[in-house]
């Protein structure tokens, strides 16, 4: 590792050539009030231009002479420097990355150390709700692209030493800080050591979201059910680290990773713990509901409809009968047709602008729809089924890509057997989650071995003086005790 000399001339000028190409590198040569010659190096646009004449400049002008034979760097550390914070440094790379990083780094004559200090000031998008995860009642506020405010969201919602910020850089190129945070008398070591293991073996050159880590550290990377969670919340990041998850927040991305992430979790929803858990409770049955229909109401369809035409009630093959009468496709490509129209749907109003929204929704959904069935291209008995089908899987958003997959195989087993593939398609499903883990913890848990106390938030939000437990993963299982302990 490249290391700074005593010279003064000579350390800058190796500065000047690493950011030979950079606008916004800015230096000042100028003599101390310690008697020797300083330099100030910084990065325009990553700095307070305030902080750097009132924490750094001003106090070493007006300092006073040091003892012969003082080192400058730690004299002024020690003595003149008004920073909050200051660290010294030997390393080109290290000041470097400082540097990068809205750090100010100060040089001087004779001295073969360095000082980088405190002075971020780049600006910020700010506090915000985050839009895909509003509210109607609990907090409002949001994480922003900074990690350092981030971190401090989190903070203030666990106000105690045993919250753990570890840091770590990931990214040959962008070297992006990335935190590892979790509660030391909560998070199993093993499950800390496991995310440190994993993000260590990182081998990027980039990293601009935590998507990202999000699949490169995941188990069953070829999977279609998440394994990592993911919130732009810092009461729901809290909430996690209390029951002895992990979160990893990375800078440059209002989006934390929480692990381990079970099944059960597609289910919740960030406001289930903010109403009436009645309320809550009706809300999260209704999700495990709409994951049945949404993945199995068109392969139901489909399979009585070409299969077992005998099990449906007479008026409704009739019905159906009449509604396919001149439609040219079959059954099954109609299914799929629609099915493939509706995701591009949802995909193109998730993309457009917000106030041309409503508008693709009514083209989309009435006038498309029903010229679509006024022209006998479609069949309005398969248009309703695949429409429900849809309406359902809104329910569930963090499902979305899981719903698409599932629901297609289910269609063409539907087709091939009928009935018989229905079943088959459930069971290979219901084999499928049960092999997959989240960071040593089975993905089902606590679906696969149920008891009063794992199910208490799992299909339906129980009163929150019944919830006295914490999850298996957790170092400490006891959440609360009884009323009369």
């Known amino acids: 590792m490249e290391t700074i000399g005593t010279e003064l001339g000579e350390n800058l000028d190796r500065f000047c050539e690493i950011f030979r190409s950079d606008g916004t590198f800015r230096h000042r040569v100028f003599r101390a009030g310690l008697g020797v010659r300083c330099a100030v190096l910084y990065l325009d646009g990553m700095v307070s231009s305030s902080a750097v004449y ?16 003082t080192d400058p760097a730690a004299c002024a550390a020690e003595e003149a420097l008004w920073a909050g914070e200051v660290k010294g440094a030997s390393g080109f790379e290290a000041l470097t990355s400082a540097m990068l990083y809205g750090e100010t780094v100060l040089l001087f004559e004779g001295s073969g150390t ?11 998008r700010g506090i915000q709700e985050p839009q895909n995860e509003s509210v109607l009642q609990g907090p409002r506020e949001g994480f922003e692209e900074a990690a350092v405010p981030n971190l401090a969201m989190i903070r203030r919602k666990l106000q105690t030493a045993d919250f753990c910020a570890e840091p770590m850089r990931v990214g040959r190129r962008s070297g992006t800080a990335v935190y590892i945070c979790y509660l030391r008398s909560l998070a199993s070591p093993s ?14 050159d980039g990293v601009l979201d935590t998507n990202y880590l999000a699949e490169l550290i995941r188990d069953g990377r070829r999977s279609v059910f998440k394994t990592t969670g993911s919130t732009e919340r810092p009461d729901v990041v809290a909430a ?31 406001e289930d713990y903010y109403l009436n858990f009645w309320v809550s409770s009706i809300g999260r049955f209704l999700r495990y509901v709409c994951f049945f229909l949404t993945v199995s109401i068109p ?17 409704l093959l009739l019905s159906s009968a009449g509604t396919r009468g001149g439609v040219p496709f079959s059954s099954l490509a109609e299914c799929l047709l629609l099915v493939s129209v509706l995701e591009i749907l949802k995909e193109t109003g ?30 309005a008995s398969m248009l309703i089924v695949v429409a429900v089908s849809g309406i359902a899987g809104l329910m569930i958003p963090r499902l979305r890509a899981a719903v698409f997959y599932v629901r297609v195989g289910m269609i063409l087993l539907a087709a091939w057997m009928g009935l018989a593939g229905c079943l088959i398609g459930l069971t290979l499903l219901l084999i499928r989650a049960m092999g997959i883990s989240s960071f040593g913890t089975p ?6 071995s149920p008891t009063v106390q794992g199910l208490k938030d799992t299909f339906v939000r129980l009163p929150w003086g019944t919830m006295r437990t914490r999850p298996l993963f957790s170092r400490d299982r006891v959440r609360q005790k009884r009323r009369d302990d």
Do not use: C, W
């Open 54 to 69: 009132e924490s750094v400049i001003r106090p070493l002008i007006t300092a006073s002479p040091m003892n012969a034979g």
């Open 114 to 124: 360095a000082l980088h200090i405190d002075t971020k000031g780049f600006r910020t």
């Open 191 to 204: 499950l800390v050591a496991e995310m440190k293991r994993r993000l260590g073996k990182i081998d990027i």
């Open 240 to 270: 996690k680290l209390l029951e002895g998850r992990v979160a990893v927040v990375a800078d440059g991305t209002p989006v934390v990773l929480t692990a381990p992430y079970l099944f059960a979790e597609n289910f919740q929803s960030d």
């Open 299 to 315: 392969a139901l369809y489909l399979a009585l409809l070409t299969h077992h035409q005998r099990l449906l009630p007479t008026f």
């Open 350 to 379: 998730a993309r457009m602008p917000q106030n041309l929204g409503h508008t693709l929704g009514i083209i989309g959904g009435l006038v498309v729809g029903e010229a679509a069935v006024e022209a006998r291209l479609i069949s």
């Open 443 to 448: 993905y089902l848990q606590p679906l696969e």
